[in-house]
């Protein structure tokens, strides 16, 4: 009798450590940051913003150029101009420098805009593709596993590699 009553114990422990496990979740990670790095709309996105960027800096260091030579120029004939034609050529440089430094802000305002625009259906299909793995897999939980970003174990199944092979990369 005390053995039926061990195995029955034994038994119901069994179901019980059988359920548990049963009922945990499945949980993976990935680093999103490296996924959309590695994805080949982010490179041509990245290209795009690279060359807004830089026509916008070519025609502020324009700007800058003709603001430090009306500046030079200014300079160099003051001593011969009056007052008042020193006041209004001041008055003018400042009028240029605000310019410009308006100018800087809308392009900052701009490229930010862009990236927005193009990063927003990048982001999209990455996390589309990162929920259909999840799904297949059976996968409850995914937890980026970008570095710094609150994870502390990353034990689980890395997804990086299998969602990559669903956006075809």
Not at 62 to 75: C, G, P, V
Not at 123 to 139: C, D, H, L, M, R
Request: aromatic letters at 6%.
């Amino acid at each position: 009798m005390k053995q039926v009553k061990k195995i029955a114990v034994a038994l119901m422990l069994f179901v019980a450590a059988t359920s548990f496990v049963n009922a945990q979740s499945k949980i993976a990670h990935i680093d999103v940051t490296k996924l959309l790095a590695d994805m080949p709309e982010m490179k041509v996105a990245e290209a795009e913003l690279k060359k807004l960027s830089e026509t916008y800096q070519a025609d502020i260091q324009a700007s800058m150029t003709e603001l430090r030579n009306k500046f030079t120029q200014y300079q160099n004939e003051a001593p011969s101009k009056s007052k008042e034609e020193n006041d209004k050529r001041a008055v003018e440089l400042q009028g240029m420098e605000k310019t410009v430094g308006e100018f800087q802000q809308n392009a900052q305002q701009e490229i930010q805009k862009k990236q927005a625009e193009l990063f927003a259906p990048i982001s999209q299909k990455a996390k589309t593709a990162i929920e259909k793995v999840a799904a297949a897999q059976g996968y409850d939980y995914v937890i980026d596993a970008q570095a710094g970003g609150g994870l502390i174990v990353a034990n689980g199944k890395d997804l990086l590699a299998d969602v990559k092979k669903e956006l075809g990369f």
